[in-house]
């Protein structure tokens, strides 16, 4: 059995990631911590948590928590990483891995040197949805893939116009906006059902003026392989769009990245249309792959891939940062 202790008990630990931990086969959820103690006794009292440390080196240092998963905002990640790899203990951390590519480098050196398994909630790849999507494409059911489209639209964050800016979109605590946010979810994913991406470039811009990170941008890129791909990404529209078309020679497969829509996969034969119910919690099948994996000695997890989408949005965001 993985026995969890977990740094940060904020929202996205709730519903999608907390239960997961304590409803898992062979997993456990056994200590938390939150930088202020009453959130963290409320948060043990409400999920059956039976410890509650009142800092990080003591839930780091307890010989019962055999891995950590941290919680936090983004800007935090390297420091605890480095202190959770230091403990010797396996780590998952919440996406993006880091603030940027420097900081996700720390953290791969210091995983390979101690040897420590680092993984990052991109749990997509862990779905049932993605993994049949990968199965179709190796299938060879729409052959040689040609391009890549991806749509992603959103309305303006809630309490946004009246000053309310969530720290999601203050780049001094996420590393960006709303790209960074969900763009990170869709580049891994790109990166995991076909192959990672060689180069990109674009045009990132602040239209809306409601904060100081991007909500616009327009990007090229070209995967190892060859495939061409771009995209097209509003955070400040009129509607919500979730779309990723993948077009090969002979068909193509369209599909949503957040959303629970159908998979649509378009050949000469007509139109398949797969529906898939999404686990819950939603982190349950990434979270038991996991702890097969820490139970099997795994000493690399995500850290040759997770890095990915950071330098990815990095090199994107280059041009804006400097405006």
């Known amino acids: 059995m993985v026995s969890w202790g977990m ?3 904020g929202d996205v630990t709730e519903q999608k990631s907390g239960p997961a931990f304590y409803t898992c086969e062979n997993s456990r959820l056994y200590a938390v911590f939150n930088r ?3 959130k963290a006794v409320d948060y043990a009292k409400r999920h059956n948590v039976p410890v509650v440390h ?10 019962y928590v055999g891995a950590v998963y941290v919680a936090t905002p983004p800007v935090t990640h390297k ?67 040609g391009s890549v489209q991806v749509t992603q639209y959103q309305e ?37 059902l076909l192959c990672p991406i060689a180069a990109i470039s674009g045009t990132v811009k602040n239209f809306g003026g409601h904060y100081k990170a991007e909500d616009s941008a327009v990007a090229s890129f070209v995967f190892e392989d060859g495939v061409l791909g771009s995209g097209t990404f509003n955070f400040n529209t009129d509607r919500w769009v979730d779309r990723i078309e993948i077009a090969g020679e002979k068909g193509r497969i369209v599909f949503s990245c957040f959303d ?43 850290v040759e891939t997770a890095g990915r989408p950071t330098e990815l949005l990095d090199q994107l965001l280059a041009s804006y940062a400097k405006e």
């Open 7 to 9: 740094l940060g008990t």
């Open 36 to 38: 202020t103690h009453a």
């Open 54 to 63: 009142e800092s990080i080196d003591a839930l780091l240092g307890d010989p």
């Open 79 to 145: 420091e605890l990483a480095l202190r959770v790899i230091a403990a010797g203990k396996p780590l998952c951390l919440e996406k993006p891995m880091a603030m940027n590519r420097g900081e996700c480098q720390e953290i791969i050196a210091a995983a390979k040197q101690k040897k420590v398994p680092v993984y990052v909630t991109y749990y997509r790849r862990s779905m049932e949805k993605f993994l049949k999507i990968k199965e179709v494409l190796r299938g060879g059911l729409i052959d040689k893939v």
């Open 156 to 192: 303006l964050m809630p309490g946004v116009r009246e000053g309310e800016i969530p720290w999601r979109v203050d780049p001094a605590i996420s590393g960006g906006g709303i790209l960074v946010d969900m763009g990170s979810h869709i580049f891994d994913i790109l990166d995991f």
């Open 260 to 302: 629970n829509e159908p998979v649509k996969i378009y050949t000469a034969s007509g139109v398949e249309s797969l529906d898939f119910t999404p686990p819950d919690p939603v982190y349950f099948p990434f979270v038991q792959d996991m702890n097969k994996r820490i139970e099997s000695g795994d000493t690399k997890g995500y």
